[in-house]
């Protein structure tokens, strides 16, 4: 049976901590909405409870980031 190894103590550091994990998921979600309107594709999103597409002309203009 494989030993399972303790996590690295920056990696506990940065879950305990938040704030890379909170912007790396604000990147994402900024590439998303640049990539989707770029392609011409809705977006879906969830909101008030249900699934909604929003069309590509609707998403908001986003500077590529570098």
Do not use: C, T, Y
């Not at 506990?12 to 604000?26: F, N």
């Not at 998303?32 to 909101?47: D, N, Q, S």
């Amino acid at each position: 049976m494989a030993s399972r190894r303790e996590p690295r103590p920056d990696l506990i550091e940065v879950l305990e901590d938040g704030r890379e994990i909170d912007a790396a998921l604000e990147r994402a979600g900024r590439d998303a909405i640049r990539r989707h309107k770029r392609g011409g594709v809705p977006l879906v999103i969830w909101k008030d409870g249900q699934v909604v597409h929003v069309p590509p002309e609707e998403l908001p203009d986003l500077p590529d980031e570098p």
